[in-house]
């Protein structure tokens, strides 16, 4: 099961952001903790990859496969 998101813009006068925001039930899947840094990874023009550090799942109710 998918969650349809929109992308977000926000224009000022010298910048723009972009924002994407996760529907409550995908952070708590993931188990976010407010204020959690992640990387966005480019995997192609579908694909972002957002990657925890090693050191933000270390405590993870759900344990994760190790890193081949």
């Keep these: 099961m998918g ?3 929109k992308i977000q813009l926000i224009k ?15 952070a708590q899947a993931i188990e976010f903790q407010q204020g959690e840094v992640v990387e966005w990874i480019i995997d192609d023009h579908q694909r972002l990859v957002l990657q925890r550090s090693e050191k933000a799942t270390e405590g ?4 994760l496969p190790p890193k081949t």
């Design 12 to 26: 000022r006068a010298k910048s723009e952001q972009w924002y994407v925001n996760f529907p409550a039930a995908v």
């Design 3 to 5: 969650y349809p998101t």
């Design 60 to 63: 993870l109710k759900k344990k």
